[in-house]
RNA sequence: CGCGGGAUGGAGCAGUAGCAGCUCGCCGGGCUCAUAAUCCGGAGGUCGGGGGUGCAAAUCCCCCUCCCGCAA
């Protein structure tokens, strides 16, 4: 039997999960790192990253150090003499010392169609851009972000009212099955990773919460997309009486109102939200202490939501 | 012990001790070429569970279960 390929794995999220199991049944996965865990959630309880829970179950072994970009790591990583790495929605960037200690280099899942979308955000990316298409690019990791050769790069269609979650979904499966046939082919020196395009690069930011609050005075399917972009992280929100009113789902469609952007209408029996251009349509919310529901349920309870400006 | 809100007909909500209500939906009927229209009538609730206090509890007290927002 021929030995398997020692490699260690660099993730964190849930992204991450079908990439480490498709790697697990190639490679000798020697070392998973992943973040440590973190008080989250109601309560405020420990938690552990999807990473680490899927690779306590295959087995593996996993750290979780704070800070990467010291000797003593380095170290740890060296003495587990992997001839590649793999590194798919880990959350922190690597230090350049690190990066050259596999001989094969380190590879990067990366779910865009590189160069588009570089950085930490490429599926909200891709939908508030409004592309058709989108994939993922496997990469050889350089000192620039998202920056080294391409090995492989797969493309699918974005549903057109897709949300992230169903995208991501879809991405990391397909992340899982380019992994598993690309890297014994490039291990092997069968694959030539090719330079990417500098000059058509795309980049997208951290999301952070202020991002979710929606602007009424944007256009309606500018706000359509952050809804689908933003969903679950940072999500998206309006407030109705000082308190957060959570906008779940929603479409654009033409149309003109008189009243002022944010303000909610009655169109054609179900309430709309008027904004900068075009309507909003088809709402589901979740107000703060409740459960998800469609605006014409919430409308039901809040007697004055028709007519109300939302800020 | 991170902070906080909630559970009331099928759905969404009001109701701080004295006959359980509102909007929507549903069923039947009227009007109508038609409906996101409108009118008349009707069904549907042991008020999350258990215990306590009261002449009287959805409402006050104690315990339990479930759900959610903030924060990360």
Redesign the pocket.
């Given at each position: 039997m021929i030995e398997k390929t020692r490699v260690i794995f660099f993730g964190t999220s849930a992204f991450a999960v079908p990439v480490l199991e498709a790697l697990s049944a190639v490679a000798d996965i020697r070392l998973v790192i992943t973040r440590p865990d973190?008080?989250?959630?109601?309560?405020?309880n420990l938690q552990s990253s999807p990473i680490r829970a899927r690779a306590e179950s295959l087995n593996l072994n996993v750290l979780t150090p704070g800070p990467v970009n010291n000797s003593d790591f380095y170290k740890v990583i060296d003495n587990a003499q992997p001839e590649a790495a793999v590194l798919a929605a880990y959350g922190k960037i690597l230090p350049l010392e690190l990066l050259r200690i596999p001989a094969k280099g380190f590879l990067n899942v990366h779910p865009s169609l590189l160069p588009r979308h570089r950085g930490p955000s490429p599926i909200s990316g891709a939908i508030l851009a409004g592309d058709a298409q989108t994939g993922v690019t496997l990469i050889l990791l350089d000192q620039e972000m998202d920056h080294g050769p391409v090995i492989a790069q797969r493309s699918i269609t974005i549903e057109p009212h897709e949300h992230h979650p169903s995208l991501e979904q879809r991405l990391a499966m397909l992340a899982a099955e380019m992994l598993q046939s690309s890297l014994l082919p490039f291990l092997e020196g069968r694959i030539t990773p090719q330079t990417q395009n500098h000059d058509q690069a795309t980049f997208t930011k951290l999301l952070k919460?202020q991002d979710g609050l929606i602007d009424w005075s944007q256009e309606a399917a500018t706000i359509a997309k952050q809804i689908r972009a933003y969903d679950p992280?940072p999500?998206t929100?309006t407030q109705f009486h000082n308190q957060?009113l959570?906008i779940l789902d929603g479409r654009a469609v033409d149309g003109q109102a008189s009243e002022p952007a944010g303000t909610v209408i009655?169109h054609?029996?179900q309430p709309a939200f008027v904004c900068g251009r075009g309507l909003l349509t088809h709402i589901m919310v979740?107000?703060?202490?409740?459960?998800p529901?469609t605006a014409?349920?919430?409308a039901?309870?809040?007697?004055d939501f028709i007519g109300h400006r939302l800020g």
């Open positions: 973190a008080p989250a959630g109601r309560g405020k919460r992280w999500g929100a957060p959570k009655n054609l029996g979740q107000p703060a202490n409740g459960k529901m014409a349920d919430f039901n309870g809040q007697r």
